[in-house]
């Protein structure tokens, strides 16, 4: 059996990678009427279609905000350097 098969379902999780945010957003976004809604795929479990997430994606406008790569929540802060201080004797 072919492992490169495209999933048809995605979890909150895999959702949430999929589009880099957290799955919070996502859920915030679904409430605001934003993103898809998920699909019940039995009695107790909801999923999102892959294609209605990837067509969301696609749908994004483009930025015209042009950051530094990995500059987002992890980059670290850009500062004077630190001067130490010697006691006096």
Do not use: C, Y
């Not at 799955?23 to 019940?40: A, D, I, Q, T, W």
Request: proline share 9%.
């Amino acid at each position: 059996m072919n492992q490169d098969v495209k999933p048809i379902f995605l979890s909150s999780a895999q959702v949430a990678r999929f589009v880099s945010l957290s799955e919070g957003s996502v859920h915030k976004l679904v409430r605001e009427s934003k993103f898809p809604k998920p699909r019940m795929i039995s009695e107790h479990r909801s999923a999102w279609l892959t294609a209605e997430v990837e067509e969301w994606a696609k749908a994004r406008p483009i930025s015209d905000l042009a950051g530094p790569p990995n500059g987002g929540a992890h980059a670290k802060a850009v500062g004077p350097p630190r001067v130490e201080r010697r006691k006096a004797t």
